[in-house]
């Protein structure tokens, strides 16, 4: 996608008390492609929905009886209500869709969290833009550290510069892009 050629990294504009730290919010992620995307004609549409409660059973056929009965039921399986909220990119006829699931609550203030942390979610993933925040999510669900606790400490309360671990290239052809 030409787009992704004019997209800036997310900056760190939110701040987190509890850990003492910065992240992208969800304006951030949508500054950094709104532009580039327009410019490519590109459409983002969010969509909430949902797959309807239902129950499925599994029976089993068998000879009628004196009843005029001719299955049994073997088990039932229940599916419950299940939000989700959908991104569309679209361009002319072309549609590329994602999709992510909300959780289940009743408190309106959870909810418009699950849907915020959701598009940006969505947006994040989709067009692969990238952010200044520390990506950590692979030493925290093995119970590793990567770097020293210091360095780290430093890194997460950083403003400015880059947090990545590669170096940023400028615009150019790749092999799978070309400079517009």
């Known amino acids: 996608m030409r787009a992704q050629l004019n997209f ?5 504009s939110g701040f987190n008390p509890h850990f ?3 992240y992208a919010m969800l304006k951030d992620f949508i500054d950094s492609c709104r532009a580039a995307l327009n410019q490519e004609g590109i459409l983002v549409h969010f969509e909430m929905g949902f797959t309807p409660e239902r129950t499925e059973a599994a029976v089993k ?3 009628p009886n004196a009843d005029g009965d001719d299955t049994e039921v073997i088990s039932k399986t229940h599916y419950p209500r299940e939000d989700y909220l959908k991104l569309k990119l679209i361009l002319g006829e072309q549609c590329l869709t994602s999709v992510c699931q909300l959780p289940k609550t009743d408190n309106m203030q959870n909810r418009k969290g699950a ?8 947006l994040e993933g989709a067009l692969c833009i990238d952010s200044e ?3 950590d999510d692979g030493s925290a669900a093995t119970g590793k550290t990567q770097m020293s606790d210091d360095s780290f400490k430093a890194s997460k309360n950083k403003k400015s510069g880059s947090r990545t ?9 790749d092999g799978l892009f070309t400079k517009p």
């Open 8 to 12: 800036t990294t997310a900056p760190c």
């Open 20 to 22: 003492n730290s910065t």
């Open 61 to 63: 056929e068998w000879k």
């Open 115 to 122: 849907h915020t942390y959701a598009m940006r979610i969505l």
């Open 133 to 135: 925040e520390i990506d």
């Open 165 to 173: 671990n590669y170096k940023k290239q400028d615009k150019q052809e």
